[in-house]
């Protein structure tokens, strides 16, 4: 199996990165702060005023090392990327396919509610007893709601505007109990309503800024295997949207995003005081608290868990590469259907 | 897999230093230097078979010598590191 490689995240205003050899070079204040060989990344990840030296873009564009620009607060700008990999011939074959994916989208959205629902029903397992009796019964509501759900998608012949709607029904239902599953006592960590663009709450701080990580995996996991990550089958396309990384992060989000933004929170790792308020009302972490998150973000990617569809253990962060190699098979037509990830 | 590196090489005659350095560079461009002629160096069969002979390429085998350990796929629990100077964790969060 291929292995997980590493990412290097630059947070340090007026670092520069530079090419040595076969490795690159931090510098912050012309003291080597990492060295790091080459053949051991997948891509680097710069916040802000970052110099790269050309010599470095160069070797990580031959490479197939992606690098990513994202603004201070963790926006993403800009993306450098090597020559276009992968064959013309699955691509032909994606395109064919987005015009009527209704099995693909099926696939994903029930890959995304049932892990979903799995979030909540393992919050309902683990503190179930502990929270108040409306709170319970609320969830154990959205939970049957959301099981109901998956079956219509999984029987009915629904076209993909129909799955489209019921994707959001269960977001609806999701979002609407996911106040529940915050334990922690700061009266600021709560939860109302799902805010981006910018995020007007300091869990929907945490949250884009998880989700702009994961979609950054997601698109270099579509490059990695030949797919255009532009080209999606869930999501309409629209110039500028990875769309197809968008699709293959759906079934990822709550387990990979979301539930490592409740156990910071929970486990008070994150507290009110780590956020700050920008005016015109966005949130945003401070610098401290994102270098929290990011430790957080790769060690999570580290776990392993049983791949259900491969029977093999997979780092957690190996799971969006492997999602998109299913999905290469199976519109080059060796796997029937493309197999959503379930988390467990 | 995780390959430790050693070398010796004679640096008397003429042509001893460059290859020192090239020895050395060589080892940086796929590990990290943990001592000063000693080398972690993290890499596949492949990689492992190309610094290899770039390695062999380079030194005069009537004056120098190679050393390689080979640590396996499991070194974590191998390896352990007293005093001044601990290796980074080049798969653990790289956050500059």
Redesign the interface.
């Known amino acids: 199996m291929k ?1 997980l490689l ?7 205003e007026g ?1 520069a990165l530079k090419k040595d ?3 690159l070079v ?1 510098e ?1 204040e012309g003291a080597e ?5 080459l ?2 990344l997948a891509s680097v990840v710069a916040f802000g005023p970052i110099l790269i030296s050309p010599a470095l873009i160069g070797i990580c564009a031959e490479r197939g090392i992606t690098i990513a620009l994202l603004d201070r607060i963790g926006r993403f700008q800009a993306r450098i990327e090597g020559p276009v990999s992968g064959n013309v011939l699955l691509r032909r074959a994606q395109y064919r396919v987005a015009d009527a994916a209704e099995d693909i989208v099926r696939s994903i959205v029930m890959g995304k509610v049932a892990n979903q629902r799995a979030v909540i029903r393992r919050s309902l397992r683990d503190y179930g007893g502990e929270m108040p009796a409306a709170a319970r019964e609320a969830l154990e509501a959205a939970s049957d709601r959301m099981a109901m759900i998956l079956r219509r998608v999984q029987l009915t012949d629904a076209t993909v505007d129909e799955m489209r709607g019921s994707e959001g029904e269960a977001a609806n239902l999701y979002f609407a109990g996911f106040d529940h599953l915050i334990r922690s006592p700061d009266a600021e960590l709560r939860w109302t309503q799902r805010s981006r663009r910018p995020p007007l709450d300091p869990i929907n701080a945490l949250l884009s800024f998880l989700y702009t990580l994961l979609t950054h995996d997601c698109r270099s996991a579509c490059e990695a295997v030949g797919l255009d990550p532009a080209v999606g089958f869930l999501h309409r396309d629209r110039p500028g949207r990875p769309s197809l990384a968008l699709d293959l992060m759906e079934e990822l989000r709550a387990p990979l995003a979301d539930r490592l933004a409740l156990s910071l929170v929970n486990r008070r790792q994150l507290r009110a005081a780590d956020f700050r308020q920008m005016e015109g009302g966005a949130v945003l972490l401070t610098d401290d608290a994102r ?1 929290l998150v ?2 957080a ?3 999570r990617k ?1 776990e392993e868990r049983l791949h259900p569809f491969l029977a093999e253990k997979a780092p957690f962060g190996l799971v969006p590469y492997l999602q998109a190699q299913m999905l290469a098979r199976h519109l080059r037509g060796d796997i029937d259907a493309y197999p959503p990830w379930f988390w467990s | 897999m995780l390959v430790l590196v050693t070398y010796d090489v004679r640096t008397l005659e003429d042509g001893g230093k460059r290859r020192l350095r090239r020895v050395a560079r060589a080892c940086e461009d796929y590990g990290q230097r943990v001592q000063f002629s000693v080398f972690e160096i993290e890499v596949d069969p492949a990689q492992w078979a190309k610094l290899k002979a770039r390695l062999e390429g380079i030194i005069e085998p009537a004056h120098d010598s190679l050393r390689y350990y080979y640590l396996g796929a499991n070194w974590t629990r191998r390896v352990e590191h007293v005093g001044a100077k601990p290796a980074t964790d080049l798969n653990g969060p790289l956050i500059i």
């Open positions: 292995k590493n990412t290097v995240y630059v947070t340090t670092a050899g076969e490795n931090a912050v702060k990492a060295r790091v060989p053949h051991m270098k990011l430790t973000w790769q060690e580290k």
